[in-house]
């Protein structure tokens, strides 16, 4: 579910994400919300648009719609997403037939979080309920929800641009991908689940190093780890222009947003020492460096070292999309040379992120400098080969970070 303010985008995001399989056959409901559903109906209606989704997407915009009051639409929100998740319809007297069943994966947006809703309804928001409606705020320091507006002047504008081509392109990409698929499965369907599987057992292995304050989050990395293998699948047959890199970046980033805000909601500060189960305090400090280096260790394979390679081609023209670079200082010796983002993708939760950076500064690990008033900044500009413009990066001594890792030479 995304959740965020109004006049973020959610709609427009969600009409991009049902145009994958189709559009309404409504031209008021095309117009408004492409192959979505409002959430204006009961319970048994939205069941029904479930069924009749089978197999495909339910897109369904805005929770608020519903026309209740907010604790009612927390209740109502709980067990619909119970319901549509064991994907049978509910048994109704008289009803002369079968429950049907249906195999449908469902997005929503939303002002409000499910645990916030959960409050409200008075109710408590437990981890089966999280995972089969994860809440997934808006990226920080992003237009709304989008993290760029490639040459857009507003939200408004790229959500139009974004409109106009899902209605022109819809269900293009579900047509090749199923064409796709049959295909791969009819000549050799064991490669394709061995294939499929890699690709899962490659995200989990990153997913599952994410910190969840003692949370349970299998059924959520699992669905992730499905939605990479075939977001995977349908790169390997070039229909949408992504990478997996970037496929993956994005699902860790939400997994971890989700985790940040589930905990905030609870009252937990996430940039607090925790406890083991036995009692044990956990030194923060530490626990932050250990992500860290479980990070350089995950990726490694993705980490350019440019005292190897030297000029790197084929890197986004922003810098805050690079990979993690390896360089060497002549003052500071081997650094690791992050992008604010990519800190913020690892750790989610700003004042986590202050407190690795304050922890390392205070072990001499991490290259600062002041600003014009006085104050101390961890961005620091690096000389990197090929490009007259030196970026700003955040700085940390490799010898702090690499944990037995060893970055991989890739060009």
């Not at 705020?137 to 237009?143: C, Q, T, V």
């Not at 990395?221 to 499905?226: D, G, L, Q, S």
């Not at 304050?358 to 101390?376: M, P, R």
């Not at 955040?394 to 890739?410: L, P």
């Amino acid at each position: 579910m995304l959740v965020g303010p109004p006049e973020a985008g959610k709609t427009t995001g969600l009409v991009v994400a049902g145009s994958v399989w189709g559009c309404h056959t409504d031209p008021t409901m095309a117009q408004k919300l492409g192959f979505g559903q409002p959430f204006n109906a009961t319970d048994n209606d939205l069941e029904d648009e479930l069924l009749a989704a089978n197999h495909t997407l339910l897109p369904v915009d805005e929770t608020r719609a519903a026309g209740l009051d907010e604790s009612k639409i927390g209740k109502m929100l709980i067990t619909v997403v119970m319901r549509w998740d064991a994907g049978f319809e509910k048994e109704r007297k008289n009803a002369g037939k079968l429950r049907q069943a249906a195999s449908v994966p469902f997005i929503l947006t939303s002002n409000l979080s499910l645990g916030e809703f959960g409050k409200l309804a008075g109710l408590k928001v437990d981890g089966a309920l999280h995972g089969r409606l994860i809440s997934i705020p808006k990226p920080d320091n992003a237009h709304g929800v989008f993290e760029k507006l490639h040459g857009e002047k507003d939200v408004v504008a790229f959500a139009r641009r974004l409109r106009d081509l899902a209605r022109i392109n819809f269900g293009y990409p579900s047509r090749n991908f199923l064409d796709a698929l049959v295909k791969a499965n009819a000549k050799d369907p064991d490669k394709l689940r061995a294939w499929l599987e890699d690709r899962r057992s490659s995200y989990l292995a990153k997913g599952k190093k994410i910190e969840t304050h003692g949370r349970e989050m299998n059924r959520i990395h699992e669905k992730m780890a499905t939605t990479y293998a075939a977001a995977c699948f349908a790169i390997k047959h070039g229909i949408p222009p992504w990478n997996r890199k970037t496929v993956s970046k994005s699902l860790l980033a939400c997994t971890r947003d989700h985790v940040a805000l589930v905990a905030n909601e609870e009252n937990l500060n996430v940039a607090a020492p925790i406890t083991h189960h036995v009692g044990k305090p956990v030194n923060e400090k530490r626990q932050l460096r250990a992500q860290l280096t479980d990070y350089v260790r995950a990726n490694r394979e993705e980490i350019i070292d440019i005292t190897v390679c030297g000029v790197v081609d084929g890197l986004a023209s922003e810098p805050s999309e690079w990979p993690v670079l390896k360089s060497k200082h002549k003052e500071h010796g081997m650094e690791y040379l992050f992008s604010e983002k990519e800190l913020r993708s690892i750790f989610g939760d700003k004042s986590r992120l202050q407190a690795l950076k304050a922890a390392l500064n205070e072990a001499g690990h991490i290259a600062t400098e002041k600003g014009s008033g006085g104050d101390l900044r961890y961005s620091v500009k690096r000389e990197i080969p090929g490009r007259k413009a030196r970026p700003q990066f955040i700085a940390i001594k490799a010898a702090a970070v690499e944990g037995g890792a060893k970055s991989g030479h890739r060009r």
